[in-house]
Nanobody
């Protein structure tokens, strides 16, 4: 079962986008959800992860202060609010579920950095930021 990421688009530098991650197949509320991105010619990297309680367990240094991850259990959706976008944020953004054996925030933090133990990857949504 794949998660569905949406909300991408083309914006100018300094603009904002809000990405959404959801599925109609099951409830997301018990899962830690991660946002990841793959820029052209680069490896996939973790952007931000949120635990089931709504706490941010990981945030990429380059997006701190600009991107905010949140979740709405009633909507069964996890969001990534992206403000002050920069051309270097251009990438395909994906969301995925953490399926690892350990659930401490400290451990999940390390897994978010590398996307290890994450599953249910969807097609992603493309974000293009022009200068």
């Amino acid at each position: 079962v794949q998660l569905q990421a949406s909300g991408g688009g083309s914006v100018q530098a300094g603009g904002s986008l809000r990405l959404s991650c959801t599925t109609s197949r099951f409830a997301l509320d018990i899962y830690t959800i991660g946002w990841f991105r793959r820029a052209p010619g680069k490896d996939r990297e973790g952007v931000s992860c949120i635990n089931s309680s709504g706490g941010t367990v990981y945030s990429l240094d380059s997006v701190k202060g600009r991107f905010t991850v949140s979740r709405d259990h009633a909507e069964n959706t996890v969001y990534l609010q992206m403000d002050s976008l920069k051309p270097e944020d251009t990438a395909v953004y994906y969301c995925a579920m953490y399926m690892g054996a350990y659930y401490s925030d400290a451990y999940v933090h390390t897994r978010c950095r590398t996307s290890a133990d994450f599953a249910s990857w969807g097609q992603g949504t493309e974000v293009t930021v022009s200068s």
